[in-house]
């Protein structure tokens, strides 16, 4: 129980981390990763290949796609995650004086 416990405390840390890195390159804190992948596409025939490629959106890396109360989702999943290391780190001690 406390080397799970343990071990699901350390991920949320670790998913706490990318967040925070995540939510820093949204708010222009430091730069981001140099280039973002778009969706894997099935481009078919080569005839259709540029008509193909001008419907593909991608998405930025930098730019918050949505918010709520000022909060991207970059930033809950840093709260969310550590809130879930808190309990796992809890229920560590509370396992250990058991």
């Not at 949320?12 to 981001?32: D, K």
């Not at 796609?65 to 909060?71: A, E, K, P, S, T």
């Not at 809950?76 to 396992?95: E, Q, T």
Request: hydrophobic fraction near 55%; include cysteine.
């Amino acid at each position: 129980l406390l080397a799970g416990l343990a071990i699901l405390g350390l991920a949320a840390l670790a998913n706490a981390g990318l967040g925070t890195y995540h939510a820093g390159v949204e708010w222009g804190f430091w730069p981001g990763p140099t280039d973002c992948t778009g969706p894997m596409v099935d481009f078919g025939k080569a005839g259709s290949l540029l008509d193909q490629l001008d419907k593909v959106k991608v998405v930025r890396c930098d730019e918050v796609q949505w918010r709520f109360l000022g909060i991207s989702l970059a930033g809950y999943n840093v709260l969310i995650s550590l809130v879930m290391a808190a309990i796992a780190g809890w229920g560590v001690m509370r396992a250990a004086r058991a």
